[in-house]
């Protein structure tokens, strides 16, 4: 298992967060995704054999939010 921590700009609301960790989650291989809207991330466990970074930042992109 990896961890990576992904900076996302325009959350700002618990829905942000919500649709966020949502969409991270339903990819395979992700096991867990936590936003901190303060310092306005998210950090993601995943099993690097099952998804890409390039897939964890189109699912949060495909939210509404721009991945940094």
């Known amino acids: 298992m990896q961890t990576k921590t992904l900076d996302v700009k325009g959350m700002s609301c618990g829905h942000c967060k919500m649709s966020v960790e949502g969409a991270l989650k339903q990819l395979d291989g992700v096991s867990n995704a936590e936003v901190n809207l303060e310092n ?29």
């Not at 995943?46 to 939210?63: F, G, I, N």
């Open 40 to 68: 306005g991330n998210v950090t993601v466990s995943y099993d690097e054999s099952k998804v890409t970074v390039e897939a964890m930042k189109e699912a949060v992109e495909e939210q509404g939010y721009d991945v940094a």
